[in-house]
């Protein structure tokens, strides 16, 4: 993302409070970052997290949305201290405190109005970047259309139980990528390449079709997701308007369903229901075209019934965001397209034979997987490889047996030779 | 803890865990980058019992990810006020902040026996180490971890599932030939290295930690003037800091020295003296900048504090990633030479280099770029200086130190969860890396040749203060362990001086008085026969009131030591070895506080050379040990 760049250099003492990442990232990015200002909503643990990193990295400004007061706020926020007054204080204003005190060159205010309250165009338009966290898939898709409109750049985060993920609509972004080459002589110099990445919608990223793709490859956690997205979209359609109502409350998935599932039976869910759950599963991977198999009960109850974000997924997913928000506003370094997905369960309970690095934690959207297109990429390079390849077989297969022919050949024809003479 | 691998990922969030994680006591070492972000995910997963060992500082290039630090408390202590930072945050939690280095006596195998869990947060190798041989003696998992940059890594240690922190080498920082650093650099950190380790201690330090010293005796046939003397490059009585820095501007004389050797520069372009005078004076006649020359009397007790620290600033140089040219560069060479010996008069002769000094980080940078442009190596910045080995710079950012923090987390979760077999080892990648940002792979199974946790220990509890180094070895080796010593074999990897000197003192004296500290409590005795396959540690405990009647020999021994495996060994772990035993192995059991005569007799059997070591360096003992080859007995004092 382009963001507004301020002529002036870094200060000495931002140098020194800086010293270390300017290090890892260098001063241009430093800059850049300087001159972003970040808009988010939901100030669940996740946005903590993120929140944190962003200010400790240096970005103009930070802005938080979030009435929740006090009395109801998330325990994985870390930045509302135990002892802060409850009501009226919402969660926003607690934790912008103990941001502004985190780096005094970065200004943090917080917005009036629920998280619901960003997803206005003209409030968007202020602000580089939005990022949901904590929000209903409905939320997402729709912040994600105005982001477009707006030319916001885009992410949004969940946490909850053992899952979490990231979702980042960078729309068509420009970036830097730096190559380091080193010559024969030993010497290293640097090669600056521009490239280009253009993303997906949230609609499409969730809704594309599974045609074609590896299943045994597919990520369960974005099945999930799509099933979310999927049940979120049947509830719209089923009547609730979520403009006029307020949004349904976090987790998406498990409000939809478990509502859903409520109003036909007019109880909660219970362990025995899990029969519901499964054919929930039935209708979700086969409408992606998967195997039901490849969704384990457990796993999807886990997700539906796990309410509470654990902490230290909290840190994962946030700390892998930041590092994201850094390169988007940056605008240096490769940002992942689209999702970031971290789970516990995946593949970690299979079998009892070690397997290295077995574990998923990221996946392309299908949308972006796409197989044929590196056939054709790099043909220089591919020719060179096959003709060094060649090259070898030559030297060290051809030449010895073609050196042996030759040397009997002509042995054979001296032979004759000496004998005709 | 049951095991209950099976459940793992879907009892995160059961009610047992929240009970386990509310009661466990854990212990962070390190409150620094991955510290403050560990004490807080710790805290808001419901941790409630804390504590926190770091002996640092706060420093100002700490705020920019060591989140729980403000400005004010920069110069503080990182533990207490990451302990109180964590208190504020959940008020409820019980934390202990520990001041001091985890290397101290006082945190030993007690200490850590008292935790469920340590998690690392550390930033050396040395201290990493300690803590996996005390995790492994006290029998507590280990979680460690590290980042560099956008890279990270987490690893479970637990004492005989998974590998220890030592069971694969690990890289140890690049050295550099000290003939390239002294007479032939070709690279800028050739120069940078010369500078702070030859040449620092060689003007401010302890002359005896330098190089260069030698260099110059060996080097200066031609000229012996100069270099020879030993106290040319100190500070001498009555001479004036000015003198003192120009006399030490050796890239006149000394370079011209240089030259005359001509075997070095056959095939190498001779380095260019840079002369003192000539350098001067453009500098003198710039505009605006204050050159060495017109600042003789910055000593004076006139000028303002903060520019008696610094060089740079007494000569007007604020941009760190400027490239001084050479008149710069000698002129803050000069100065900074001139502010040490006038400022810090003191510390002459015993000064250490440390990355945070800036008029040390400014002496370095200007005396590398003057070498530098001697033998026509490109110059660096003050910045880039930093950066380059100059110091143990860890470039940190804080996302990956959450990062970190959470896999940190969630591996002590699974520990309390009673599912160390669902432990992983995580990388994080700076890109996308076979699709994937963080990579998991189960926690590798322990190797079997490692020499730290193939040890099996046991606790023997003496009175360090009356048992004889002599009297130990006799009694507990010859008598419980049965090793029979025989002192002229045991001294045979040592010269015939030290031998005597072995005999005359060390063996004398009492423990607890030997050299490097003494066995006292909780130091850790190793033992290895190499032929037997056989490894072990004795921790030492010290005891007082002993009963002449219940123990006539003056020390208990309790714990499993290993029996000594055959070499089959692979095939089993170091955990088992006390229950699984085969063969010619039955004979010799695990030994009990007091063996029967019977297995006494079968362990007398082994008469085997025994050598025994003594060293204050790890190192040294380990080389020694292995240069003499079959039977091996040493001590570590630790």
Redesign the interface.
């Known amino acids: 993302m382009a963001s507004s760049q301020p002529d002036n250099q870094l200060t000495?003492q931002e140098?020194?409070?800086?010293?270390?990442?300017?290090?890892?990232?260098g001063?241009e990015t430093q800059r850049r970052l300087s001159g972003a200002k970040v808009l988010i909503a939901g100030c669940s643990?996740l946005a903590a997290?993120v929140a944190?990193?962003i200010v400790?990295?240096?970005v103009g400004s930070v802005t938080l949305v979030d009435d929740t007061p006090c009395s109801r706020r998330p325990?994985?926020?870390?930045l509302i201290?135990?002892?802060a007054p409850a009501d009226p204080i919402t969660v926003a204003e607690a934790s912008v405190a103990t941001l502004a005190?985190?780096?005094?060159f970065v200004k943090v205010a917080a917005l009036p109005g629920p998280p619901s309250s960003v997803l206005a165009a003209d409030v968007l338009r202020q602000y580089d970047l939005l990022l949901l966290c904590g929000q209903p898939a409905s939320s997402i898709a729709a912040a994600d259309v105005l982001c477009r409109e707006a030319g916001v750049a885009f992410y949004a985060g969940v946490c909850r139980?053992?899952f979490g993920w990231a979702f980042a609509d960078l729309h068509q972004h420009r970036f830097v990528v730096e190559k380091k080459e080193e010559h024969k002589d030993g010497s290293t110099s640097k090669k600056v390449e521009e490239r280009t990445e253009s993303f997906a919608t949230w609609q499409q990223a969730t809704s594309c079709s599974l045609h074609g793709v590896n299943k045994r490859r597919l990520t369960r956690l974005y099945l999930i997701i799509r099933g979310t997205h999927r049940i979120t979209v049947c509830c719209v359609v089923s009547g609730a308007n979520y403009e006029a109502a307020p949004p349904p409350p976090l987790p998406a998935f498990h409000a939809a369903v478990i509502s859903r599932f409520e109003q036909q039976h007019g109880r909660c869910v219970t362990a025995a229901d899990a029969e519901q759950l499964l054919t929930l599963r039935q209708h979700v991977c086969g409408e992606a075209g998967v195997e039901p198999g490849l969704l384990p009960d457990?796993m999807l109850q886990?997700y539906a019934e796990?309410e509470?974000d654990?902490?230290?997924?909290?840190?994962?997913v946030?700390?892998?965001l930041?590092?994201e928000l850094?390169k988007a506003v940056g605008g240096r370094?490769?940002p992942?397209n689209n999702f970031?997905l971290?789970?516990?369960?995946e593949g970690?309970?299979m079998g009892k034979v070690?397997?290295?690095?077995?574990?998923?934690?990221?996946?392309?959207s299908p949308y972006q997987q796409s197989v044929m297109t590196g056939l054709w990429k790099d043909l220089p390079h591919k020719a060179a490889h096959h003709a060094a390849n060649l090259r070898d077989a030559v030297i060290f297969c051809v030449a010895p047996i073609v050196g042996i022919a030759y040397y009997c050949a002509d042995y054979k024809e001296k032979e004759k030779l000496h004998h005709r003479f | 803890m049951a095991q209950r691998d099976g459940q793992w990922p879907y009892a995160a969030g059961s009610r047992e865990l929240k009970r386990a994680v509310r009661e466990a006591r854990v212990l962070t070492v390190g409150a620094g980058g991955i510290g403050c972000e560990l004490l807080k995910t710790l805290v808001t997963s419901g941790f409630r019992h804390i504590e926190v060992i770091d002996m640092d500082t706060i420093e100002m290039s700490n705020l920019n990810r060591q989140f729980l630090f403000r400005k004010r408390h920069v110069g503080m202590s990182k533990s207490v006020v990451a302990a109180e930072a964590a208190k504020h945050m959940r008020p409820g939690i019980d934390i202990t902040a520990w001041l001091g280095n985890v290397k101290e006596p006082r945190f030993g195998v007690d200490f850590f026996r008292r935790f469920d869990c340590v998690l690392n947060g550390l930033d050396n190798l040395e201290a990493r180490r300690h803590i996996n041989r005390l995790c492994l003696a006290a029998g507590v998992p280990l979680v460690e971890s590290g980042t560099a940059g956008y890279l990270g890594q987490v690893s479970v240690h637990l004492k005989g599932r998974t590998e220890c922190f030592e069971c694969q080498p690990k890289p140890t920082p690049k050295t550099f030939p000290v003939c390239t650093l002294r007479n032939t650099p070709d690279k800028p950190i050739h120069c940078v290295v010369w500078a702070k380790e030859m040449l620092f201690p060689l003007l401010f330090g302890v002359p005896e930690a330098s190089d260069l010293n030698e260099a110059a005796a060996a080097d200066g046939e031609g000229a012996a003037s100069t270099a020879d003397d030993p106290t040319f490059y100190r500070h001498r009585q009555g001479e004036g800091s000015r003198q003192f820095a120009e006399r030490v501007h050796l890239y006149g004389t000394k370079i011209v020295e240089l030259r005359r050797m001509e075997d070095l520069w056959r095939n190498r372009r001779r380095p260019e003296p840079l002369d003192l005078d000539v350098l001067l004076l453009p500098a003198a006649d710039g505009s605006g900048t204050a050159t060495a020359g017109d600042s003789v009397a910055i000593g004076g007790a006139a000028k303002p504090v903060d520019v008696a620290s610094s060089a740079c600033r007494a000569l007007g140089l604020k941009d760190v990633h400027a490239v001084w040219d050479v008149p710069h560069s000698a002129a803050v060479f000069l100065m900074a030479v001139q502010l040490f010996v006038d400022g810090r008069s003191n510390e002459l002769g015993s000064a250490q280099f440390d990355k945070d000094d800036a008029l040390a980080v400014e002496f370095v940078t200007a005396a590398a770029n003057l070498r530098a442009a001697c033998y026509g190596i490109p110059m660096q910045s003050l910045f880039e200086t930093k950066a380059s080995r100059l110091s143990n710079i860890i470039h940190a950012i804080a996302t990956t130190n959450a990062i970190v923090s959470g896999l940190i987390v969630v591996e002590a979760q699974k520990l309390l969860a009673g599912a160390a077999g669902s432990c992983q080892t995580s990388f994080l990648h700076q890109q996308v890396c076979s699709k994937r940002l963080v990579s998991r792979m189960a926690a590798p199974e322990p190797n079997v040749a490692c020499m730290v946790c193939g040890t099996a220990q046991a606790e023997l509890a003496i009175d360090t203060n009356k048992m004889t180094l002599q009297q130990l070895v006799d009694r507990v080796r010859g008598g419980q362990i049965g090793f029979k010593v025989k002192l002229d074999s045991f001294l045979d990897p040592i010269t015939t001086r030290q031998q005597q000197h072995w005999k005359d003192t060390l063996l004398r004296r009492l423990l607890a008085q030997l050299p490097g500290g003494g066995v006292v409590h909780n130091s850790i005795l190793d033992i290895d026969d190499q032929e037997q396959c056989f490894k072990a540690q004795l921790i030492v405990k010290h005891r007082e009131d002993w009963n002449s009647d219940q123990h006539p020999e003056g020390f208990v021994l309790s714990g499993g030591l290993p029996t000594a495996q055959a070499e089959q060994l692979s095939a089993e772990a170091p955990a088992d070895v006390g229950g699984r035993r085969d063969g010619r192995n039955d004979r010799r059991g695990p030994m009990p506080a007091h063996a029967g005569a019977s297995e006494l007799a079968a362990l007398q059997e082994t008469e085997d050379d025994v050598v025994l070591l003594a060293s204050d360096d790890e190192e040294d003992a380990t080389e020694a040990a292995v240069c003499t080859g079959g039977s091996i007995f040493w001590i570590l004092f630790k």
Do not use: C, H
């Not at chain 1, 140098?15 to 990232?25: G, H, P």
């Not at chain 1, 070690?354 to 392309?364: D, F, G, H, Q, S």
């Open positions: 000495e140098a020194a409070i800086y010293d270390r990442q300017l290090r890892v990232w001063v643990g997290e944190k990193n400790l990295a240096g325990l994985s926020n870390f201290p135990g002892d005190e985190m780096n005094p139980g053992i457990k886990a796990e509470e654990m902490p230290a997924i909290n840190a994962i946030g700390g892998e930041g590092n850094i370094n490769e992942v970031f971290f789970s516990l369960a970690s309970t070690p397997i290295r690095l077995r574990e998923v934690v990221y996946a392309l």
